[in-house]
């Protein structure tokens, strides 16, 4: 009942922001819509280039609002309260990722075919395009939540956060595309798709333990 009531705590305060949760889709769909204007309206060269425009477009919106998962909490007092709590602040962590993907990048995956469209992806691989963000992105939410519960008590963390988390998205963004390139080719995709599996399994295994412990330090200092 501890963790529902935390899960609908969170969800609760992401209606209640719908503009910072509404930021990172908009941003989405400005850089993909924006592309074919500063490049060219070829659909070969569209197609071509949309994987990996889909893709860091993906992962720069996801980075929106990362610095803040953590920062309310700590400002009033609230992760202090989770920290003496019977639940343990590991479980607690990765619910906290869990709402924040839900709210902010399965919005993402929902939209990518629709972007995808705009940049004449082929209608045959947007089940693969859709399979490897919903791989992908919530790899990216628990490494920015790692970088953001570091930064959580750095007053000017904005910066900082994309320089400590763009280094580690690197192999998730090149498997990410290579994926959605391989499927858009009508080639296998098996490859990418598994080590995009493989990487969402060890985060999930132990990220959480990387926020709880950035957390600790955070509120120690």
């Known amino acids: 009942m ?31 819509a924006l592309f074919p204007l ?23 919106a996801g980075l929106i609002g990362q610095g803040s998962l953590f920062k309310s909490d700590y400002e009033d007092g609230t992760l202090e309260q989770l920290l003496l709590s019977p639940v343990s602040l590991e479980l607690v962590a990765l619910l906290r990722v869990l709402t924040h993907w839900l709210v902010t990048g399965l919005p993402l995956v929902i939209l990518s075919p629709l972007m995808a469209m705009l940049l004449f992806y082929p209608a045959s691989a947007m089940g693969m395009l859709i399979a490897s963000l919903l791989l992908g ?7 920015g939540a790692v970088g953001a519960a570091l930064t959580v008590g750095l007053r000017r963390s904005g910066l900082l956060l994309p320089i400590l988390i763009l280094p580690l998205t690197v192999p998730v963004l090149i498997f990410g595309a290579r994926a959605t390139a391989l499927a858009s080719q009508g080639e296998p995709v098996a490859a990418p798709l598994y080590l995009l599996a493989a990487m969402l399994v060890l985060a999930l295994t132990l990220a959480p333990f990387a926020i709880a412990a950035g957390l600790r330090v955070s509120l120690e200092s």
Request: no cysteine; hydrophobic share 60%.
């Open 2 to 32: 501890k963790l529902a009531a935390l899960v609908r705590r969170d969800l609760l305060l992401a209606y209640r922001r719908r503009g910072d949760v509404a930021t990172p889709v908009i941003f989405f769909v400005m850089v993909t």
């Open 38 to 60: 500063a490049l060219s309206p070829e659909p070969a060269l569209l197609r071509t280039l949309a994987p990996g425009v889909i893709w860091v477009a993906a992962l720069l």
């Open 137 to 143: 992105t919530p790899v990216l939410s628990l490494l």
